[in-house]
């Protein structure tokens, strides 16, 4: 967005607007706090029809323990993702809940965390299995170590047995519907994000990433073809400082990644297999100071290997920032023509 633009915007209705879609939908309220569920209709992309618990009761967390994660007690995140009915989750205070193990949500939750600093962190973190439409917003989510081999509750009427979780930040496991925004994600076993088995209807914005290895997996193995039918949208988010790979990496379905800011990367953006279309708009690429990390996609290996659909619009790439030129002119030949795909019901 121009500066120019950033002007009108300020004139129009003071001086709170930003361009960021989702912060200019809610952020201008003075009373946002007086009506939290706004938020519910601010979303973008893929995931935009995500309600959360939009409709359902406000739900105060009070109590940051996490003693029994078979039976929950009242006042706990726990307690409140597990139920049944749609729920908007908010926090009375700062706080630093120390899981024992994954964090199983149930459908039509939002976890909003505007206000406070809440962060979540311990074993297992958090797990989004066949479920739909979840709103995580404003959660530091970090240090998340493997666990299992124990009875986790999923809902008021059922708990089982659950083996041993990857150590992921957020587990999103054939499920739909999802908004994860302004959230910040680091330091975790496996990947800071991973969608698999099916998901779709997903945006990740405006989150910050940082201090990871494998930051996110889309796409749970080239064969799985039910991913084929997967949708994602990564817009306005910061790869920051301290990873290495997998900004995201992309099996089989269709990714739009527009208006991130990657910083760092130790080997590589952006990585695709499986033939999956990816529409990068709008990114800015600065490359490390090492001069081998300063590929943006994981290219070479793909073309020869495991092909897929790749559209670049807007780009702006930085301090010697490069795609490999001999890709690029196989892809070009390959690959020269790119539709819009519309949301998938």
């Known amino acids: 967005m121009s500066f120019s633009r950033r002007e009108l915007l300020s004139k129009d209705q003071g001086n709170c607007l930003t361009g960021n879609p989702v912060d200019d939908c809610w952020r201008c309220d003075p009373n946002w706090s007086a009506n939290r569920q706004k938020l519910a209709d601010c979303g973008i992309g893929f995931g935009r029809a995500a309600m959360g618990g939009k409709g359902g009761q406000i739900y105060i967390v009070t109590d940051s323990s996490d003693n029994d994660p078979a039976n929950p007690v009242p006042g706990t995140l726990r307690h409140a993702v597990i139920q049944d009915e749609p729920l908007?989750?908010?926090?009375?205070?700062?706080?630093?809940?120390?899981?024992?193990?994954?964090?199983?949500?149930?459908?039509?939750?939002?976890?909003?965390?505007?206000?406070?600093?809440?962060?979540?962190?311990?074993?297992?973190?958090?797990?989004?299995?066949?479920?739909s439409n979840v709103i995580i917003h404003n959660?530091?989510?970090?240090?998340?170590?493997?666990?299992?081999?124990?009875?986790?509750?999923?809902?008021?009427?059922?708990?089982?047995?659950?083996?041993?979780?990857?150590?992921?930040?957020?587990?999103?496991?054939?499920?739909?519907?999802?908004?994860?925004?302004?959230?910040?994600?680091?330091?975790c076993t496996d990947g800071l994000i991973d969608a698999i088995m099916g998901s779709t209807a997903i945006t990740i914005s405006n989150n910050h990433f940082g201090h990871h290895d494998e930051v996110m997996l889309l796409g749970h193995n080239d064969k799985y073809t039910p991913d084929r039918g997967m949708q994602v949208t990564i817009a306005f988010n910061h790869f920051g400082e301290g990873l290495v790979q997998r900004m995201p990496r992309c099996r089989l379905g269709y990714i739009h990644v527009v208006n991130n800011d990657f910083t760092q990367w130790e080997m590589y953006a952006i990585g695709g297999s499986a033939n999956p279309t990816i529409n990068s708009q709008g990114n800015?690429?600065?490359?490390?100071?090492?001069?081998?990390?300063?590929?943006?996609?994981?290219?070479?290996?793909?073309?020869?290997?495991?092909?897929?659909?790749?559209?670049?619009?807007?780009?702006?790439?930085?301090?010697?920032?490069?795609?490999?030129?001999?890709?690029?002119?196989?892809?070009?030949?390959?690959?020269?023509?790119?539709?819009?795909?519309?949301?998938?019901?």
Request: with cysteine; proline share 3%; net charge neutral.
């Open 88 to 131: 908007w989750i908010i926090f009375s205070s700062s706080m630093t809940i120390n899981l024992r193990h994954e964090l199983i949500f149930n459908s039509y939750k939002t976890v909003d965390g505007r206000g406070a600093n809440v962060q979540i962190t311990g074993h297992g973190c958090i797990t989004l299995q066949y479920i």
């Open 139 to 187: 959660i530091h989510v970090h240090h998340c170590k493997p666990s299992g081999n124990t009875n986790i509750r999923a809902s008021p009427t059922h708990v089982g047995f659950r083996g041993i979780s990857d150590g992921d930040g957020i587990s999103i496991f054939g499920s739909r519907n999802i908004w994860i925004d302004h959230c910040s994600l680091s330091y």
């Open 284 to 345: 800015r690429y600065t490359a490390p100071s090492d001069p081998n990390a300063k590929e943006v996609g994981f290219l070479i290996l793909i073309l020869l290997f495991y092909p897929f659909h790749l559209t670049l619009l807007e780009m702006e790439m930085q301090v010697g920032t490069f795609f490999d030129s001999c890709f690029w002119n196989e892809y070009m030949l390959l690959y020269s023509q790119w539709w819009r795909v519309e949301m998938k019901c």
